[in-house]
């Protein structure tokens, strides 16, 4: 079977970015990543762009993105999946080099949320719940994972300390991250005693919404092992999607995402990788109680062993398990909702070329993404492994 | 008329849209399918079992024990004057699951989950037009327009 590859990888600052517009931003990552691949613009067959319409007055973005990086004609479109639209776009463009259609495609995930106020992003992003039964009770989306935070003390006895415990390890590493939003440490008493927002979350349990754009740049097999490089080839050997219910009544259980462990089973199989082989791991931390949950969806640990796992710094690099978002997390780094499954894959393709500096996983060699859409009815997991 | 449900309501068209209706006049209704039975709440048109497209309003006792819950202190648009507010989602007794607020018999100190809640249909007294919601209320509660 043929492999991807990651030619390039390109990262913006995440924050508050009144300074540009959204294709702008992906203006910045798109030309680092080319740049780190060596390429150039004629060497492309496709873009795809990862983002979430709704944020954006201008319709259509594919079309403004492509246009501000002078890449007409060349084909371009958009992929959503709320917050995971980052990692469906990288699905799409391994999908489109997989079927032989395109040799180099680049993934440009791209955001801009600070322009709306935030009872309206709360309300937007409530409205990711099912709007017919639920949000008409005022939800929202940390009201749902508080939902799910809640279900997860009562059955498997997770603590407010071990929830604080994951936003601490997120801020140690944002400090080493240049592009994070937050580059503070803090403490679990500080992250325990901020504002209430959903109970049992806290404002240090939720990530912060941000601007921003990430870029990376696959190729098949053949086109990569002919192109001049200075980085050690990395490869994307396994992808893995799968959904759950849009509306929370219909789930089987309040305290784990199945479309999270049914995508990471499909990566792993796909990867021909045990969770035991995995050596850092980006997951999606939109809320602490999120972070908890994918150490057990992924299976870094046993159900309900998550809020162990944080306490015992097994999250940790060095401490015995799985480092898990080294480079911050959305905790951290912010959450530019469409850019995030793509900033994701830059962080692990740097750490796999051993390019992370203050943060760097010793000897990592098999990474993965774990990136959900909304409250789990989306995630895709990728699976990343360096020659 | 579905728009009466919900303090905002987002999806004023539905095949169910009598529920509203029912809930009016004091009822809480989920769906049974006329083929095969399959009955659920939220009552929903189309059954996802056999793909019946005919089913029927089944009348529910609203018992249910609560699943999990969460206090909102941030709140989205719409909903700014009522904060804090907090939300139960329940486990019913015939099937299904329910996401509502809690009502006036429920103190914020008492609520654990696993409780015994009665759903309690409700009108916002407040507004010039109809709106029905309901509420998760202590067992035995009665809905005093009915
Ligand atoms: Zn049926």
């Not at chain 1, 398990?321 to 911050?328: E, L, S």
């Not at chain 2, 009598?18 to 709440?41: P, V």
């Not at chain 2, 309003?57 to 648009?77: C, D, M, N, V, W």
Request: net charge neutral; charged share 20%; glycine share 10%.
């Amino acid at each position: 079977m043929s492999r991807i590859a990651v030619l390039g990888i390109g990262h913006g600052k995440f924050g508050r970015r009144s300074d540009a517009t959204v294709q702008e931003l992906a203006f910045e990552a798109f030309r680092d990543a080319l740049q780190d691949a060596g390429l150039e613009r004629k060497d492309l067959d496709a873009t795809v762009i990862g983002s979430v319409p709704e944020y954006h007055k201008q319709r259509s973005l594919a079309g403004v993105v492509q246009e501000y990086l002078n890449l007409n004609p060349i084909p371009t479109w958009l992929t959503e999946v709320a917050c995971a639209s980052g990692s469906a776009a990288v699905r799409t463009a391994w999908m489109g080099i997989k079927s032989g259609l395109h040799d180099v495609v680049a993934v440009i995930g791209c955001q801009k949320m600070t322009e709306l106020a935030t009872a309206e992003i709360l309300a937007l992003m409530g409205r990711v719940g099912e709007v017919q039964w639920e949000s008409i009770f005022g939800t929202t989306f940390p009201g749902y994972y508080a939902l799910f935070a809640q279900a997860h003390m009562h059955a498997f006895g997770t603590t407010r300390q071990q929830l604080a415990q994951v936003a601490v390890k997120n801020h140690y590493y944002g400090a080493r991250n240049p592009n994070a939003l937050f580059q503070k440490e803090i403490t679990v008493e500080k992250a325990l005693e901020s504002e209430p927002v959903a109970s049992p979350l806290n404002v240090y349990d939720c990530c912060a919404n941000a601007d921003g754009a990430a870029c990376v740049i696959l190729a098949s097999e053949k086109r990569a092992k002919s192109a001049a490089r200075k980085k050690p080839l990395v490869w994307l050997d396994g992808v893995g999607c799968a959904t759950a219910s849009m509306s929370v009544l219909r789930r089987p259980n309040l305290h784990s995402l199945p479309s999270a462990s049914d995508a990471a089973q499909q990566a792993y199989r796909m990867a021909e990788v045990a969770p035991r082989d995995i050596q850092v791991a980006e997951v999606h931390d939109c809320f602490s109680i999120a972070e908890i949950m994918a150490y057990e969806d992924l299976g870094f640990c046993e159900k309900g062993q998550g809020g162990r796992y944080i306490e015992d710094r097994k999250s940790w690099i060095g401490g015995g398990g799985v480092p898990v978002n080294v480079d911050g997390g959305l905790k951290a780094k912010g959450h530019p909702i469409g850019a995030t499954g793509v900033s994701m894959a830059c962080e692990i393709v740097k750490q796999l070329r051993g390019d992370s500096g203050a943060r760097q996983v010793p000897n990592a060699r098999v990474g993965l993404t774990h990136n959900v859409g909304g409250i789990g009815q989306y995630t895709f997991v990728h699976v990343y492994k360096r020659d | 008329m579905f728009a009466w449900f919900g303090k905002v309501n987002f999806s004023p068209y539905t095949k169910v849209a009598e529920f509203a209706d029912h809930l009016k006049d004091g009822h809480l209704k989920g769906s049974r399918c006329r083929k095969c039975g399959y009955t659920t709440f939220p009552p929903r048109a189309d059954c996802p079992e056999c793909m019946s497209g005919e089913f029927e309003f089944k009348e529910f006792s609203g018992r249910g024990k609560l699943h999990t819950y969460t206090r909102i202190a941030a709140a989205p648009s719409g909903f700014e004057d009522e904060v804090p507010y907090t939300i139960g989602v329940v486990d019913l007794e015939e099937a299904g699951r329910l996401l509502a607020w809690f009502g006036p018999t429920v103190a914020e100190s008492d609520i654990r989950i696993g409780m015994d809640l009665q759903v309690v249909p409700r009108i916002f007294e407040e507004s010039e037009r109809i709106k029905v919601y309901y509420t998760l209320d202590k067992p035995g509660t009665t809905w005093g327009k009915t």
